[in-house]
């Protein structure tokens, strides 16, 4: 929870670029309450460095037995950003959608592993497209399905 107002607190405060990030995967704490966050610095204009952890201490007893996914992970990357960051089209509009991923985990040493991964999402949008932000000038307005990929992952990752 202390985590959580944190990172509102800071995604409400105005900066004048975003070269600092903090996040947080709200669907890792459906994962038996797995507590994570990720902090990123961007290094370049397409590039940027990652660090994240993943704690997990608990267990869970039921009538179906004792169930615990323990976990106490640290791991850090870089990020290539394919699209164009500074452009002078900008869309705006709503997406909705789900996503899908699937990974794989090859184990290098009892603490070490390498992790490959990769992600889709697909949903729909409605959206309008501007040439001149500041002007108002449209391009383009519609609604469309889409699918997009979502993660392209390959991490060393230390487990402690």
């Known amino acids: 929870m202390i985590l959580m107002a944190v990172l509102l607190s800071i995604a409400f405060c105005s900066a004048r670029a ?3 990030s903090v996040s947080t ?3 890792g704490y459906a994962d038996f309450l797995t507590v994570n966050a990720e902090a990123s610095v961007a290094v370049a204009r397409h590039w940027s ?4 952890f993943m704690y997990n201490p608990w267990s869970f007893r ?4 004792e169930m615990r996914d323990s976990r106490r992970t640290a791991s850090a990357g870089t990020r290539f950003w394919f699209w164009n960051i500074r452009s ?3 869309e705006e509009g709503d997406a909705f959608g789900a996503g899908l991923s699937a990974g794989y985990s090859l184990m290098l040493h009892r603490n070490i592993n390498l992790d490959f991964g ?3 999402w697909s949903g729909y949008k409605k959206y309008t497209v501007y040439s001149c932000p500041t002007c108002g000038r449209i391009d383009e307005q519609g609604a469309k399905a889409f699918i997009l990929p979502n993660d392209v992952l390959v991490s060393l990752m230390f487990t402690f």
């Open 25 to 27: 995967n709200a669907l």
């Open 18 to 20: 975003q070269k600092l």
């Open 118 to 120: 990769l992600g889709f």
């Open 62 to 65: 039921g009538e179906w037995g």
């Open 88 to 90: 002078p089209r900008t």
């Open 49 to 52: 460095v990652n660090a994240g």
